[in-house]
Every structure is written in C-alpha cells, then in structure tokens.
C-alpha cells in the first residue's frame, strides 16, 4: 500500500513528471465539436505543454525547456483570449498566468541575452575584456533569474493554479447557470466560430500592421502581438480548413512573425543592456558596442520586413 493521498496521486496524473523537452502536440478537432468542446481540448493540449516542461525548469539542466513552457503559457492565454466573448474565467486566473509566465520570461530573455545575443554582438571580439565583462554580468542575472523561475513552478502557488485551472475545464459545460444566448454560443458549431475569429483577427492586424516597416517600435510590439496572436489562432483550428489554404497562410504569417520577434528581441536586448550599464559601471562600454550592432541590424532589416508585410497583406485567412 502506498503513502500518497488521493490528491497527490490526482495531481501526478495531471502533472507527468518529464525531465525532456516537450513540444506543443498537433491539435485535431471535429467540425462537429462545439465551441465548448473545442475550447476543452485546446486548453488541454497547451496545459500538456505545460506540464510536461515543469521538471526540465526545475531541474535546471535545459534552458529549452523555459522557452517551452513560456509557449504553453503563451498559448494557454492565448486561448483565453480567443474564447473570452463565449468563455468566461474566474478573473484571477490572468493574473496569475501572467505572474508565472512573467518570471519565466525574465529568465529566458537574460539567458538568451547572455547566450546567443551577446555572442552575436561580440563576434570575434568576444575575449575582448569590455565583452567579456558584459557576458559575465548578464550571466550572474541570467543564473539568478533562473533559480526565481524555478522557484516560481516549484512553489504551492503555481500547483493551485494549475489545479484549480485543470478543474475549471473539465467542469465547463456541467452544472453551470447560463442564459439562453449563452448557451447558443457556448453549442455553436466551432467551424463557424472558427472562420469568424480569424476573419476577424486577420482584420485587426492589417489595420495594426499598416505601414509596419515605418512604424515605432512599440507600434510594431502592438502588430507583433496582434500577429501572435492570430497565428496560434489558425494553428489551434487548422484541423478543420483545407490543408493547402492553411500552410500558404500560416506559412506567410510565420515568416512575418519571426521577423516581428527577431525585431522585438533587439528590443528587449537594449533594455536588458541599458539596465545592466546603469547598475554595473564596468559594463557600459561593452553594452554600448552591443546596442549599436543592434540597432544597425534592426536598420538593415527594414527593407526585408517591408517586403514580409506586403506578402501576407495578399493572403486571406481559412475559411470553413
């Protein structure tokens, strides 16, 4: 007989303890599902995400698995917001999404900022010793902010949520009082649903995204997030149109995304600079050489994000 409670051994089914990198898994719904449905198996399949980096974040052995359990979360409120007008949540659970996936963010941008980026910035210079005090600066941060992620996923706070979130969704649906509009929409065909929510959000970034290549950088962040956004939205329903419709659109707006992200991480690098100057004296110079490599690449890539914007501007999202 063993010693676990039935809470404990409910919560190691719901948490699969992997110490290995997990991808988000391809998502196949029915055209039959109802949105209530749909939203069940997509918050499903992003807490699956989830749970199954847990153990690589605590353990601290792969930093990949950070970035990847900053997906899930990513996608899970994702999902909240695509199904807010039909799917209503308890109001703390944004808030405490955005505190876990908060701290894991701090970590993966200062480990990314003193891995790639800096080796980037740095190139052949890299023993340089104004680069080398900057690496070893944004590496104490990176190993600190770290141990608060950890920390974080490890901590009672994040079990409740995670529980108290599992609950919720498999109770939607059962025993809850709605009205007879309500009701309707929560029973509506996820096709219909579907097809809306993505002309809609196709809409919305054409406007956001208008004249992208010339706008400020937080105008950009706006179109950045809009474009997020829609992406995971014809991924998460990409089951239900044309194969062929959905890889032509996915494939222009992946391509413009990546762009987006490559430019917002320059972006995030300055600040991460700028600060890490401010506090540490000796770093300065470095991190002056390394915000202007940036900002040069940022410069040089306008004309390629122009020519991105203008290919997706073409392109019409799938439609049921």
């Not at 007879?180 to 995204?209: I, M, N, P, W, Y």
């Not at 829609?230 to 062929?244: D, G, H, M, V």
């Not at 600079?273 to 940022?298: D, H, I, M, W």
Request: a positive charge.
């Amino acid at each position: 007989m063993d010693h676990y409670s039935k809470a404990d051994r409910g919560y190691n089914l719901i948490v699969q303890e992997h110490a290995t990198l997990v991808r988000a898994e391809p998502l196949h719904l029915r055209k039959r599902d109802s949105v209530t449905t749909a939203f069940q198996n997509i918050a499903r399949n992003c807490l699956a995400q989830i749970h199954g980096n847990e153990q690589g974040v605590v353990s601290g052995h792969d930093q990949a698995s950070v970035h990847q359990m900053r997906v899930g979360l990513r996608r899970l409120r994702s999902v909240r917001d695509l199904f807010a007008p039909v799917v209503a949540a308890p109001g703390d659970f944004d808030r405490e999404l955005r505190w876990i996936a908060g701290t894991l963010g701090e970590a993966r941008d200062w480990e990314v900022l003193a891995g790639s980026t800096l080796a980037q910035a740095f190139g052949s210079i890299a023993d340089n010793a104004d680069a080398q005090a900057v690496r070893q600066a944004a590496s104490h941060i990176a190993i600190q902010s770290r141990k608060a992620a950890v920390i974080a996923v490890d901590s009672v706070r994040y079990t409740k949520l995670m529980i108290r979130l599992t609950l919720w969704i498999e109770a939607l649906g059962h025993g809850e009082q709605h009205s007879a509009k309500e009701q309707k929409a929560l029973e509506r065909s996820v096709v219909e649903f579907a097809s809306d929510t993505l002309a809609r959000r196709h809409k919305k970034l054409l406007k956001r995204g208008h004249g992208l290549a010339d706008l400020s950088d937080k105008k950009q962040h706006r179109a950045r997030i809009t474009a997020k956004k829609l992406r995971y939205a014809t991924e998460f329903f990409s089951s239900l149109f044309p194969k062929k419709a959905v890889k032509r659109y996915i494939g222009a707006l992946s391509a413009l995304q990546d762009d987006l992200g490559w430019r917002n991480d320059v972006v995030v690098a300055d600040g991460l600079l700028k600060s890490l100057a401010a506090s540490s004296p000796e770093t300065a110079s470095g991190a002056g050489f390394a915000r202007g490599y940036f900002a040069s690449r940022a410069a040089q890539d306008h004309g390629s994000l122009k020519s991105l914007w203008e290919k997706f501007s073409g392109t019409t999202p799938p439609q049921g």
